[in-house]
């Protein structure tokens, strides 16, 4: 994908200009995985003055900078062999459009392959940590997708009807969010996840809970105390505690 150069750049492009003035003097740091990851991101983040960090897929070609010079051009499948293996430093990557960038690889042993990160700051496990935060966000992109919503299924490509389904969407996600939260306040998580980790996110933890209470439920009025909008005397409210 090159932004700017095809319909999904261009989309990329527009996104991030809208985002930009709200960011105001901000540091700002884009993270993004392999289907983004490229030249093009790397200079469209250069150009905006924010820092990239960005996760490459191990077919990329680096030439390492070791103590005795630079290495040879090779794929970076060829660096990382097994768990365990870790290796912070500076590189070439990209033969064809090449940049001297930072790079930090980690492959933590349990790990199904490692992780081969870029960035303009200083390769090192502090990389690793901030791009971890990206996977906070995965669970919520799954929701979306085919483990919950499954928006892509309903093929809708208008525009003003696209915005109308995800403002339903939306909504459906914060209703979602606020009965999880009841169901962590009221000590019930446990019935619906592991003891020894957390599996379900907050979508599904709110979407078993809410299936649970219409099992049991005999009178509606339960069910309404748990909507998230409530009628006041000026009106609609919506509330959403945690």
């Given at each position: 994908?090159?932004?700017?150069?095809?319909?999904?750049?261009?989309?990329?492009?527009?996104?991030?200009?809208?985002?930009?003035?709200?960011?105001?003097?901000?540091?700002?740091?884009?993270?993004?995985d392999r289907g983004l990851a490229g030249f093009a991101l790397v200079e469209l983040c250069q150009a905006r003055g924010w820092?990239?960090?960005?996760?490459?897929?191990?077919?990329?070609?680096?030439?390492?900078?070791?103590?005795?010079?630079?290495?040879?051009?090779?794929?970076?499948?060829?660096?990382?062999?097994?768990?365990?293996?870790?290796?912070?430093?500076?590189?070439?990557?990209?033969?064809?459009?090449?940049?001297?960038?930072?790079?930090?690889?980690?492959?933590?042993?349990?790990?199904?392959?490692?992780?081969?990160?870029?960035?303009?700051?200083?390769?090192?496990?502090?990389?690793?940590?901030?791009?971890?935060?990206?996977?906070?966000?995965?669970?919520?992109?799954?929701?979306?997708?085919?483990?919950?919503w499954n928006i892509e299924a309903s093929a809708v490509t208008e525009q003003d009807r696209l915005n109308r389904l995800l403002?339903?969407?939306?909504?459906?996600?914060?209703?979602?969010?606020?009965?999880?939260?009841?169901?962590?306040?009221?000590?019930?998580?446990?019935?619906?996840?592991?003891?020894?980790?957390?599996?379900?996110?907050?979508?599904?933890?709110?979407?078993?809970?809410?299936?649970?209470?219409?099992?049991?439920?005999?009178?509606?009025?339960?069910?309404?105390?748990?909507?998230?909008?409530?009628?006041?005397?000026?009106?609609?409210?919506?509330?959403?505690?945690?």
């Amino acid at each position: 994908m090159i932004p700017g150069k095809t319909s999904n750049g261009r989309s990329l492009l527009a996104l991030l200009d809208r985002v930009r003035p709200h960011l105001g003097q901000a540091d700002c740091t884009l993270i993004a995985d392999r289907g983004l990851a490229g030249f093009a991101l790397v200079e469209l983040c250069q150009a905006r003055g924010w820092h990239y960090l960005l996760r490459l897929s191990k077919e990329h070609t680096c030439r390492r900078k070791l103590k005795g010079g630079w290495a040879d051009w090779t794929a970076f499948r060829t660096v990382v062999k097994k768990p365990g293996y870790q290796w912070y430093g500076s590189a070439q990557v990209w033969q064809e459009q090449t940049i001297e960038t930072a790079v930090s690889i980690c492959w933590r042993p349990g790990c199904q392959e490692a992780w081969i990160l870029i960035s303009d700051r200083k390769a090192g496990k502090k990389q690793i940590k901030t791009y971890a935060l990206r996977m906070r966000v995965e669970a919520t992109f799954q929701d979306s997708k085919s483990r919950g919503w499954n928006i892509e299924a309903s093929a809708v490509t208008e525009q003003d009807r696209l915005n109308r389904l995800l403002l339903g969407l939306f909504l459906a996600l914060w209703w979602t969010s606020r009965l999880a939260a009841a169901c962590i306040h009221h000590g019930q998580r446990a019935r619906f996840d592991r003891r020894d980790r957390r599996d379900k996110g907050i979508f599904r933890l709110g979407r078993l809970w809410l299936l649970d209470m219409l099992r049991r439920i005999t009178q509606s009025t339960v069910l309404v105390r748990c909507l998230p909008f409530s009628k006041q005397a000026t009106g609609w409210r919506f509330t959403l505690r945690f």
